[in-house]
């Protein structure tokens, strides 16, 4: 248990259907964090929030779409999304954004 | 953020120490160190930090040179758990990014 809930596991998604990543975090922090983690690539960041507000959007693509209702859970809503999408989705959090992060153990998006 | 240069992959024979070397020869004054671990098909998961100070936890200890241009982190007896790819990360301190390169392979052998 890393503290750290992601859901679900794996998706398999058609290229026009909607769906979303969840993330819970039972560590009373104030900062959640997406990251996407592509086949032979290091991770990259693509959002943050900080006390539930937007803090960083690093060039992502508008097929993504975080929500972050409170500071335990946060999604990442997906439409029409590529192939090339295809990626690890994680997600962490961390007590505040000068603090060690914790990750969960991702979601396995694969898009078809 | 400064870069960090790891070797691609290392063995290690289970029971012994392993030490993991990192280059971070552009590390500014106001940048922390930080390794993390990531399991097979798991998320990455936190080891240690520091700034200056050698550092040790239940995990690890982490041993910063003088001048913070390398560092080292060294896992006292390792396990065929510890099997993992091993980032070493330098982090500004108070910002929120952390940039995450290839990493070190470890496999520990029995």
């Known amino acids: 248990e890393t503290g750290v809930t992601q859901t679900p596991r794996h998706l398999v998604m058609g290229m026009t259907n909607k769906k979303s990543l969840k993330c819970e975090q039972h560590l009373g922090h104030n900062a959640m964090y997406w990251y996407k983690q592509s086949a032979k690539k290091p991770l990259e960041l693509m959002f943050v929030y900080s006390l539930e507000e937007r803090v960083e959007n690093n060039s992502v693509p508008s097929r993504f779409s975080p929500e972050c209702p409170n500071s335990s859970h946060l999604f990442l809503h997906l439409h029409t999304l590529q192939p090339e999408d295809s990626a690890l989705y994680l997600c962490?959090?961390?007590?505040?954004?000068?603090?060690?992060?914790?990750f969960g153990n991702g979601t396995r998006l694969t898009v078809t | 953020d400064a870069k960090t240069t790891q070797p691609p992959s290392m063995d290690c024979a289970e029971g012994r120490a392993a030490n993991l070397p990192c280059n971070h020869s552009?590390?500014?004054?106001?940048?922390?160190v930080y390794w993390y671990r990531q399991i097979h098909s798991q998320g990455p998961q936190y080891i240690i930090h520091?700034?200056?100070n050698n550092e040790t936890n239940e995990m690890a200890s982490l041993i910063i040179t003088e001048d913070r241009k390398s560092s080292t982190l060294i896992l006292p007896h390792a396990t065929l758990r510890d099997t993992a790819v091993y980032y070493c990360i330098v982090r500004v301190n108070g910002d929120y990014k952390l940039s995450f390169g290839a990493g070190t392979t470890v496999t520990v052998r029995a």
């Open positions: 520091g700034l200056k």
């Open positions: 962490a959090s961390s007590q505040d954004t000068r603090s060690p992060l914790h």
């Open positions: 552009t590390i500014s004054g106001n940048e922390y």
